[in-house]
T-cell receptor
Framework: EPEVTQTPSHQVTQMGQEVILRCVPI?????FYWYRQILGQKVEFLVS????????KSEIFDDQFSVERPDGSNFTLKIRSTKLEDSAMYFC?????????????FGNGTRLTVT | DAKTTQPPSMDCAEGRAANLPCNHS???????VYWYRQIHSQGPQYIIH???NNETNEMASLIITEDRKSSTLILPHATLRDTAVYYC????????????FGAGTRLAVHP
């Protein structure tokens, strides 16, 4: 069964550094998402992306964050200058027809540790 | 999207049915009920969804009351691998939407 893949599985970075988290969504999916989960807390929506543009973003997704679909297969989340509070699991997800019409498929996440 | 209420935790014996309730008393006529689960910090996993009819797939059954104000997710023969946090989410259909996770129900399946 096709799946969403995320790399790396664990990223350690120093405060102030830039990180790029990578995702390969399922190939025929058109809607893409990033979520994060701080240890012990809820899964939080960050951003949704469709037709090469952001369709919605949360308050968390400030100017430090950006997303890109640089080619036909990858979907990336960049954090420009990481802060300690950015330490979390970051989940990429994709959907064929949007979350209200078809299931969301999640990757197994990248654990980001900011020191 | 309508708010949902789930018990914070439940227990179930292996091999027995796990019945996870969800209240959504403010649900509107065209909002669907979705269930996802998260097994120990893995990515959330879709289970099932429905509008008003009961639904069944290879993972679970979804029973929605006639007034649609509550629903129950049934795992017919729970296994240890079903230990997870289960999320009941109510939302409108449509592509431009986002899944918002609450605290869910932590289901512990024990031998």
């Amino acid at each position: 069964e096709p799946e969403v893949t995320q790399t790396p599985s664990h990223q350690v970075t120093q405060m102030g550094q830039e990180v790029i988290l990578r995702c390969v969504p399922i190939s025929n999916h058109l809607y893409f998402y990033w979520y994060r989960q701080i240890l012990g807390q809820k899964v939080e929506f960050l951003v949704s992306f469709y037709n090469n543009e952001i369709s919605e973003k949360s308050e968390i997704f400030d100017d430090q964050f950006s997303v890109e679909r640089p080619d036909g297969s990858n979907f990336t989340l960049k954090i420009r200058s990481t802060k300690l509070e950015d330490s979390a699991m970051y989940f990429c997800a994709s959907s064929e027809q949007g979350v209200g019409n078809s299931p969301l498929h999640f990757g197994n996440g990248t654990r980001l540790t900011v020191t | 999207d309508a708010k949902t209420t789930q018990p914070p935790s439940m227990d179930c014996a292996e091999g027995r049915a796990a019945n996870l309730p969800c209240n959504h008393s403010t649900i509107s006529g065209n909002e669907y009920v979705y269930w996802y689960r998260q097994i120990h910090s893995q990515g959330p996993q879709y289970i099932i969804h429905g509008l008003k009819n009961n639904e069944t797939n290879e993972m679970a059954s979804l029973i929605i009351t006639e007034d649609r104000k509550s629903s129950t997710l049934i795992l017919p023969h729970a296994t240890l691998r079903d230990t997870a946090v289960y999320y009941c989410i109510v939302m409108f259909s449509g592509g431009y939407n986002k899944l918002i996770f609450g605290a869910g129900t932590r289901l512990a399946v024990h031998p």
